[in-house]
């Protein structure tokens, strides 16, 4: 009898043993980090650090460069193929104004980048477009810019960044609408009558203007993200927007994840079929090895295909097929969105997450941030050891290791 019991709790003490040799500690789980890269907010410099925290970590965006040029791109297609009529007070200059989202992210910079060597007015500094906010600048004395010029008709039009700032308010957010609002409400005020286009970083800032101002006075607004309101304001006379892909983005940031979890090849299901039939084509993303780093491909939104956009929250169709919850077992995944009011990520890819975590039998706690600090965010990851996987959405691209200390390392 004493033999049996002490058989038995050897037995129940080897169990434990093993259960606590197989818990994978917090350092080894997956982690992706997505939409802001872990990179230098001042150089630019992707932060390997953090891509490279382990063997299960990525980064899912887009393709900052080719978006920032099909932006660029459409802002100038469009003031060419609608004529003089843009140039709302003959005075020989098309004159525009720029919502700067974040001066210290890399989309960002990109963005402004795009438009102002589209528009000719781009200024090199240190071997780059210069992408720092020019302030006011009604007469082109400004350095950072200076005026382009572009041909409409026959007829060569100078072109004027009259003004642009970082849309940051007063308790630090960025890529802020309610900023940029007031910032066209000055802007009109003082030189209206000057300003024929306007453009901005994303849609969230762009309809902020479009509604304040550029709507009533029939100026084209030009923004990006493709999210629900800004496509449907098109046939109101938005001037465009990009589609950087936020249906394959989230799949994307989902997907390595369960790959990782499952431990199977990282491309199941991207770029290799899966179980279920789930697959991308070459021409929805690409994948750059050295940098860890998933890119979606960015698709231009105007008035000639809004109609196919209308609903940005909609799952993209190759990847949306069901995975067996046999083979996949539910896991649990801790993710995080730095703003809870940023108009892309909380009307689009937040939406979208949810549809694809249920495709992907991922059950996720969305925690949603101030956009101010990190610390709001990483007080709720007091509890790392509950969940299988972790994606994250930092505040300020510099500060992964406020969150990978918590994970241990
Ligand atoms: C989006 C912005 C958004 C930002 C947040 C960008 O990719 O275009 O709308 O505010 O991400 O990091
Ligand atoms: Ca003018």
């Given at each position: 009898m004493k033999k049996a019991i002490s058989l038995i709790l050897c037995a129940v003490m080897l169990a434990?043993?093993?259960?606590?040799?197989?818990?994978?500690?917090?350092?080894?789980?997956?982690?992706?980090?997505?939409?802001?890269?872990?990179?230098?907010?001042?150089?630019?410099?992707?932060?390997?650090?953090?891509?490279?925290?382990?063997?299960?970590?990525?980064?899912?965006?887009?393709?900052?460069?080719?978006?920032?040029?099909?932006?660029?791109?459409?802002?100038?297609?469009?003031?060419?193929?609608?004529?003089?009529?843009?140039?709302?007070?003959?005075?020989?200059?098309?004159?525009?104004?720029?919502?700067?989202?974040?001066?210290?992210?890399?989309?960002?910079?990109?963005?402004?980048?795009?438009?102002?060597?589209?528009?000719?007015?781009?200024?090199?500094?240190?071997?780059?477009?210069?992408?720092?906010?020019?302030?006011?600048?009604?007469?082109?004395?400004?350095?950072?810019?200076k005026d382009g010029s572009v041909e409409i008709d026959g007829k060569e039009f100078k072109v004027r960044e009259l003004a642009s700032q970082e849309m940051k308010n007063s308790a630090g957010a960025t890529w802020d609408a309610g900023t940029a609002g007031n910032a066209i409400g000055t802007w009109s005020s003082s030189f209206g009558e000057q300003i024929d286009v306007v453009v901005s970083n994303n849609d969230g800032m762009g309809m902020a203007m479009f509604n304040a101002w550029a709507h009533d006075n029939k100026v084209p607004t030009f923004g990006y993200d493709a999210n629900s309101d800004a496509v449907a304001a098109i046939k109101d006379g938005y001037g465009g927007t990009i589609s950087q892909h936020a249906d394959v983005q989230a799949y994307l940031t989902l997907r390595v994840l369960r790959n990782a979890l499952d431990g199977v090849d990282i491309d199941m299901g991207i770029g290799t079929a899966d179980d279920a039939g789930n697959v991308l084509a070459e021409t929805d993303y690409k994948y750059v090895a050295s940098e860890r780093s998933y890119y979606a491909l960015n698709l231009a939104v105007t008035a000639e295909n809004y109609e196919d956009f209308t609903d940005a929250t909609k799952t993209y169709a190759p990847v949306s097929k069901q995975l067996d919850s046999e083979k996949h077992e539910t896991k649990k995944v801790w993710l995080d969105i730095y703003n809870a009011a940023d108009n892309f990520l909380s009307s689009t890819y937040q939406p979208l997450l949810q549809k694809y975590d249920d495709i992907?039998?991922?059950?996720?706690?969305?925690?949603?941030?101030?956009?101010?600090?990190?610390?709001?965010?990483?007080?709720?990851?007091?509890?790392?050891?509950?969940?299988?996987?972790?994606?994250?959405?930092?505040?300020?691209?510099?500060?992964?290791?406020?969150?990978?200390s918590i994970l241990g390392q």
């Open positions: 434990l043993v093993m259960t606590g040799c197989s818990q994978t500690s917090n350092a080894d789980k997956p982690l992706v980090w997505f939409n802001r890269q872990p990179s230098n907010s001042s150089t630019g410099e992707l932060d390997m650090t953090a891509l490279k925290f382990n063997d299960s970590t990525y980064y899912v965006g887009f393709d900052a460069n080719q978006g920032a040029q099909l932006q660029g791109q459409m802002v100038v297609e469009y003031i060419q193929s609608h004529g003089a009529e843009l140039d709302r007070n003959g005075d020989g200059i098309i004159g525009y104004v720029l919502a700067i989202g974040d001066i210290g992210h890399n989309d960002s910079i990109a963005r402004t980048r795009g438009v102002r060597e589209a528009l000719k007015t781009a200024v090199e500094a240190n071997g780059a477009t210069d992408s720092s906010p020019a302030g006011t600048n009604l007469d082109g004395s400004a350095t950072v810019v992907l039998n991922l059950e996720v706690d969305y925690i949603g941030g101030d956009g101010q600090t990190e610390a709001n965010i990483t007080n709720r990851l007091g509890n790392p050891d509950q969940y299988d996987a972790f994606a994250i959405n930092m505040v300020k691209t510099d500060n992964a290791s406020s969150y990978t």
